[in-house]
């Protein structure tokens, strides 16, 4: 009795009963897009790039494995960390060494530097990618960069220690924090020169526009308050009040906030109390406060906005969060005093 | 026949007890009330007390009541398999116990039958505790109240069979205070249910040999890593050898002519 089960390639067999067939033809088709399918899930496992403030370097961690990949030297006390929008290059704040180096995204070699000026913290980018607001803490300066010349265009005079900057995705404001003047400084972004600013609550530490423009979050690391401002009138539509049971108030400093591209909800890192609160964007409700490690400092959301990272400086570890089970589900970590964090699909 | 004639007798025996449990409401109530009231209470007295390390089987920061909850289902079913002894105690008082043991049956079954028993109303409570913690946002993956159910048998049979050995030595009901003095309180407040072993470690190396070699704390790991999909080869080595120990023990302590009940004077 014939086996209509094995095709006898090997042996110049037949192929003539429709199993053979199947096995011949269409199982290494099968197969070969299963290995397609596994590849491109492969591709789009993205890969979180954070910087470490006392180890002088960056971390690369793999954030579905939950592993620290590798560990390079960039430079003095990194801080800040933003990825272009076509993911080819990181530019890093290099505190110490008083610029803001460019880092290639794939090998992770320095390409070229930007005149920062002195002990760059942050800095946003804008959303063509070309270019780049940079706070000098010391100097209380806004400093604008155009990155195709790597030239420092223009500096904006802004309050005592400007600390969180931002650009809106319509690219039509540059918000700037003075932590010291507790001002969020509106800058038109056509002529580089601030048309307004806001008082808010002591300490403004972090902004970030709604995907829309239309409002603009800021929060206030010593009244423990986030700011909801409606950037139309860039007057103060509602402040929310973190508390968290069992957390003292003077440890809920807020830090970082990110909102969704749906802005269904706002996610805020407080801090020594160790949480980040996820905020309901439609409500400004509280839902949750979600426990990571020590000292959480900045969040920044994965390419699909599934997952949001957070960097906790005083625990070493970065914490990953599923947002659609609203959990903690691992801390992995990466090395002394995480900072920054930027992701690249 | 014969196997159905255990299977009658077993059943009989489980059946016994279910209703005993379910029918007594103030004792189903009060097995649930203490592991909530620490759960609610004590744990959040020490929400922040755990510090900093992460130890397996968690992968990120858990709050204090996370931690403790399968140390409180644990103690559900320690408490559960000291009740069950107390309940032998009792039935012997009562002359129950003479009708169960001149049952035809190997006297070894009649005990594992009644250790099933105890062990299977151990595991509807601590399913309870479990949904009700759920609520409290103390929440597990999906699989792992599946891969929790071999673990909860193991131990609940490990700890009836520690009260079935401890009532052999048990004469009368008022001695019943002993055990809780100087078994389930040391067993539980010596083990992992309430701390981990690092942070014993930092006070006492005798406490964490103590609290290691605890075969209560092997349990509580057992369903700790059961409860999170994983499985502990350790602690469940630990818990089966404890187990077949302790219920050796216990059927040499029940049999008339070796055991405990001559040297007291039979049931």
């Known amino acids: 009795m014939k086996n209509v089960f094995v095709s006898r390639n090997a042996c110049g067999g037949d192929f003539s009963h429709p199993l053979a067939q199947w096995a011949t033809k269409v199982a290494p088709t099968a197969v070969f897009a299963i290995l397609s399918i596994a590849l491109v899930a492969n591709a789009q496992a993205e890969t979180v790039f954070v910087t470490l403030e006392k180890d002088n370097a960056l971390a690369v961690v793999d954030p579905i494995a939950g592993k620290l990949i590798r560990t390079v030297e960039i430079g003095q006390r990194p801080r800040g960390i933003i990825i272009s929008p076509d993911n080819k290059f990181l530019y890093v704040a290099v505190s110490d060494d008083d610029t803001i180096k460019i880092i290639d995204a794939e090998t992770l070699k320095e390409t070229g530097r930007l005149p920062s000026g002195e002990d760059p913290e942050t800095f946003a980018l804008n959303p063509a990618g070309d270019r780049l607001y940079v706070s000098n803490e010391d100097d209380s300066l806004v400093t604008v960069i155009d990155i195709k010349h790597k030239k420092a265009v223009k500096q904006i005079k802004v309050g005592v220690e400007p600390e969180g900057i931002t650009v809106s995705p319509d690219n039509l404001w540059v918000a700037s924090a003075s932590e010291t003047t507790n001002m969020v400084h509106w800058i038109d972004t056509k002529t580089n020169a601030i048309v307004e600013n806001t008082l808010v609550d002591p300490r403004p530490r972090a902004l970030g526009f709604t995907a829309d423009s239309r409002q603009l979050w800021v929060t206030s690391e010593m009244a423990g308050t986030l700011m909801i401002l409606d950037v139309k009138t860039k007057q103060l539509v509602k402040t929310i009040k973190f508390d968290v049971q069992g957390v003292t108030a003077d440890k809920i400093q807020p830090v970082g906030v990110v909102i969704d591209k749906d802005r269904k909800r706002g996610y805020v890192a407080l801090g020594p109390a160790n949480r980040v609160a996820v905020i309901n964007a439609q409500t400004f409700e509280v839902e949750k406060y979600l426990l990571v490690g020590q000292r959480v400092w900045n969040l920044a959301f994965s390419p699909d906005q599934k997952r949001l990272y957070t960097t906790n400086g005083t625990s070493n570890d970065i914490s990953l969060i599923d947002l659609e089970a609203q959990t903690v589900t691992k801390s992995v970590g990466v090395g002394t005093y995480p900072w920054g964090v930027a992701v690249k699909p | 026949m014969r196997l159905l004639h255990y299977w009658r007798a077993m059943w009989g025996i489980i059946w016994r007890e279910l209703w005993r449990f379910v029918t007594q409401r103030e004792r189903f109530i009060s097995a649930l009330v203490r592991p909530l009231v620490w759960l609610f209470v004590f744990a959040a007295g020490f929400r922040a007390a755990l510090g900093l390390a992460i130890t397996p089987p968690y992968e990120t920061y858990i709050l204090y009541e996370v931690y403790i909850t399968p140390g409180l289902i644990g103690m559900i079913q320690l408490f559960n398999g000291m009740q069950s002894s107390l309940s032998m105690v009792y039935d012997r008082e009562m002359g129950s116990m003479r009708i169960l043991m001149v049952c035809p049956l190997p006297r070894w079954f009649l005990l594992l039958s009644k250790l099933m028993a105890g062990t299977g109303v151990s595991i509807l409570q601590a399913y309870v505790f479990l949904a009700i913690a759920w609520f409290y946002d103390i929440q597990a993956p999906w699989q792992g109240y599946l891969w929790i159910l071999p673990a909860l048998l193991l131990s609940g049979l490990m700890l009836g069979a520690l009260g ?55 349990a509580v790991e057992m369903i700790r890593f059961a409860l999170y999909g994983q499985f502990n080869s350790m602690a469940f080595i630990y818990t089966l050898v404890a187990f077949v120990v302790f219920m050796a023990a216990a059927i040499i302590g029940y049999n008339p002519s070796k055991g405990m009940m001559t040297r007291k004077g039979g049931a």
């Open chain 2, 164 to 218: 079935l050995l401890l009532s052999s030595f048990i004469k009368q009901l008022e001695n019943f205070a002993g055990v809780m003095n100087f078994v389930i309180f040391p067993m539980f407040f010596m083990s992992t249910a309430l701390y981990p072993l690092w942070k014993i470690k930092e006070s006492s190396a005798l406490l964490y040999n103590l609290a290691q070699y605890n075969p209560f704390s092997q």
